[in-house]
């Protein structure tokens, strides 16, 4: 066995490599711009807190520029088109919660799922990044933590009176988050990202999330594999 993981070579000039980063360097751009967005509209319903959300917005605006330099980086032009409509309908129900005030299920969509994903879909690009993009992605990383951690706190904080709407939001959206990572896979796959692998990890960090809110195991179970398998 050699020393060094025996990765598959991946020859981040290619055509191929650059029309599957194309679609998935979009996707994590136009993400960060939109938990940009909703990090500001967290700060509008949680006053209290407005100062530290615009803080985690700015950190979200940094991620994009970041993943915009890395296209540039390999001379790839972003499909934003793919990417706005792969985010819509998790985009639109965090827009409907908003407008309810539906504070519980707007952080359950943007800082326990798409920072779960987030981290999850990172942390497996890492390894088989291109070097100026994996740097930037490890900073990105640890800063998606401190955004899954404000979620955390607030949720475990506030466990009792949230339950229900939590159940509810995971139970809306966790599938949706399946058959988005279904519609990249191949494309993911061309950059060296297993799908079974990112959802192993998705699995870590959700079932942590909810474990630290204050689900016991047998919840965990029941929500983290709702639409898995569709
Ligand atoms: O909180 C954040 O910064 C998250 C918005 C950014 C979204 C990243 C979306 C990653 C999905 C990648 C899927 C690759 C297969
Ligand atoms: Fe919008
Ligand atoms: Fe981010
Ligand atoms: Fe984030």
Redesign the pocket.
Known sequence: MPSIAATPELDYKSETYKDAYSR?NA??IE??R??QDNYIQLGEILPDQKEELIRLSKM?SR?KKGFEACARNLAVTPDMEFAVKFFSELHQNFQTAAAEGKLVTCLVI?SLI??C??IS?YHIYIPMADPFARKITEGVVKD?YT?LNFGEVWLHEHFEESKAEMEAANRQNLPLVWKM?NQ?END?RVLG?ERDA?VEDFMIAYGEALSNIGFNTRDIMRMSALGLSA
Request: hydrophobic share 60%; glycine share 4%.
């Open positions: 998935i996707i994590v993400g960060e939109e938990a979200e991620h943007q798409i920072e994903f987030a879909a998606e955004h990572l990249v993911a990202m990112m």
